[in-house]
């Protein structure tokens, strides 16, 4: 049975609970207002997309449905289409209501940008609205809890960085790369260029993380 600080959870919130840790865009829904309390949640058809891809993530079947040298997923949508917030601050948030001892590390262009998401991500685990239905599962270290860097009684961790500081020997089992482009000012106005090649951010994936 369920329980929060070892105190049963009504049937209602248990039932609510289960449902929301197997469905992504239910969960999305339900914990924007802790992001967004003011601005509502537009919801598209690009983002029922990119949540059944992720969900092929949390069960490790990208090889299984795509072919033994996938490596990862690449989504490029426009800006301001709620891509951070749904791969790098949600679906993380999410995946640790069903797989706590999960480990993730996330890295930007810019550490400032790294930082914030890390700090989102937290505040929706750290929410009432959050512990009243998985605090039993997802509960932090006391330990290890900043804002760059937390793990949780299961030993799952989140570490976030910049690319520039890649934390070489820390690994995990999903790596995020959110942005990683550098803008700079060109003669007709701001273009943006990537820190580092494709190949080698994929060869992060299979040396510096477990298979």
């Known amino acids: 049975m369920s329980t929060i600080n070892d105190t049963p959870l009504p049937t209602s919130l248990r039932i609510q609970a289960e449902r929301l840790k197997r469905d992504l865009p ?3 829904k339900a ?9 509502p949640l537009l919801w598209n058809w690009h983002l029922d997309l990119i949540c059944e891809y992720l969900s092929l993530v949390k ?29 790098t601050v949600m679906f993380p948030a999410w995946l640790w209501t069903s797989d706590p001892a999960r480990r993730w590390m996330f890295a930007s262009y810019a550490e400032k940008l790294s930082t914030q998401h890390s700090v989102y991500r937290r505040n929706i685990m750290r929410h009432p609205w959050y512990q009243e239905r998985w605090g039993h599962t997802v509960r932090f270290s006391k330990d290890q809890n900043q804002k760059t860097q ?48 494709l190949d080698y951010l994929m060869s992060l994936c299979r040396t510096g993380l477990p298979a």
């Not at 914990?31 to 601005?39: K, N």
């Not at 990862?72 to 289409?81: H, M, Q």
């Not at 799952?156 to 000012?185: C, H, K, N, Q």
């Open 26 to 28: 239910a969960f999305v």
């Open 31 to 39: 914990a924007w207002p802790i992001l967004e309390p003011v601005t």
């Open 59 to 87: 069960e490790q079947r990208l090889k299984e449905m795509f072919g033994a040298d996938c490596e990862g997923i690449i989504f490029n949508v426009p800006p301001r289409t709620m891509k951070s917030l749904l791969i």
């Open 150 to 197: 937390y793990e949780n009684s299961a030993r799952g961790s989140m570490l976030a960085t910049a690319m520039g500081a890649l934390a070489t020997g820390f690994g995990g089992d999903v790596l995020v790369f959110d942005d990683p482009l550098v803008e700079r000012i060109c003669g007709v106005g701001h273009c943006y260029l990537p820190l580092y090649r």
